[in-house]
């Protein structure tokens, strides 16, 4: 699984309250807040056509990458071609 550190600007009500619920949960922020956003994703991937990457190789091929999550799109990126 890949990562990467960002940084988020909040209000300071909403941070209150999202440290207050994670340690309800018992865990850390930065996973109630990637809970949140998969869940948003989620929701709207559902009411979308999963987009697809069509790539066009040197040797004349074409394959086609699924976007629709970043495993995917990592799967179909690191396949032989």
């Known amino acids: 699984m890949y990562s990467m550190k960002t940084t988020l600007e909040l209000d ?31 929701s709207l991937a ?10 066009h190789t040197v040797g004349g091929g074409t394959w086609l990458v699924d976007l629709s999550s970043r495993e995917k799109m990592m799967e179909g990126l690191d396949r032989d071609l």
């Open 12 to 42: 300071d009500l909403l941070f209150v309250a999202a440290k207050k619920r994670a340690a309800e949960l018992r865990i850390p922020l930065r996973r109630l807040v990637e809970n949140g956003l998969r869940k948003e994703l989620d």
């Open 46 to 55: 559902k009411r979308k056509k999963p987009a697809k990457l069509k790539l």
